[in-house]
């Protein structure tokens, strides 16, 4: 496995003597504030997956890919090429297993013997390269992130149901969350790890050093409260240059809306959601009216 700025490469066939993929690899775990487990076990704590605490991974990752690029061109000249970096409908799982950088766990998403705590990105080119051979599944009998999840998601190994997925419901789904799957949420309001929390082929994971990964604005530590607080303006600025900005300031809320109406009933928790009940945004005040329901207020 070839190694260039953080990125682990290998290639693998994609088109029979036509198209190949260079498929990369990138580690991105950092030290927490606290053990993972303690955060979730905290209600009143906002539980953000550590993927998106630091600097969005999309421009980082393409940027070393054309780094890497850049160099292959050096040594043999110039070649077409496209680097991809979970920016377009490019199938990364099925085309890392391929060139052998690790498996599809029960999950869906690819790991290996360090762990499942790393980004992909592939390069597509002409160059004449030798693919790698796939790598051998070695999930064995486990299950546990099949019994972890807390939406029943992953319905069977290798199968997910994605309209239940906590990932899915709290980033790419855009109107209301379904309300039988609300409770099941908790404190996860952008995102989920319990999956990977579970997997054993984590505890040999390596930290990252990768400065741009290293958690930002607290979001290891914040409270529902503290996060619900943040004006419009302030959602732009903190998150600026993070991926969680992409879901809007909306469904920021809506998210954060649901966790609090999971969360232990306190004074300061029904201030918050009452704050916000009159909000401009019928989703928001949707989710905001159920989270109050929750701790016996009426709105």
Known sequence: MARHAGLRARPAQLVPGTLRVISCRMDYLRDAAAPPEEELA????????????????HKLLRSRLQRLCERIAGEHGPFRHRAFADSAPVMEVELAARAGIGWRGKHTL????????????EIYCDLPLAPDSAAEDHCGTCQRCIDVCPTRAIVAPYRLDARRCISY??????????EELRPLIGSRVYGCDDCQLVCPWNGFAKI???DDFQARNGLDRATLVELFSWTEGQFDERLRGSPIRRIGYERWLRNIAVGLGNAPTSADVITSLKEKQDHPSELVREHVIWALKRHGVAA
């Open 42 to 57: 905290d209600g009143a704590r906002a539980y953000v997956a550590r993927y998106a605490r630091g600097r969005d991974y």
């Open 169 to 178: 419901l709290t980033i790419e789904h855009k109107s209301a969350i379904p």
């Open 110 to 121: 690819l790991l290996d013997r360090e762990g499942s705590w790393f980004f992909l990105g």
């Open 208 to 210: 990252s050093h990768e």
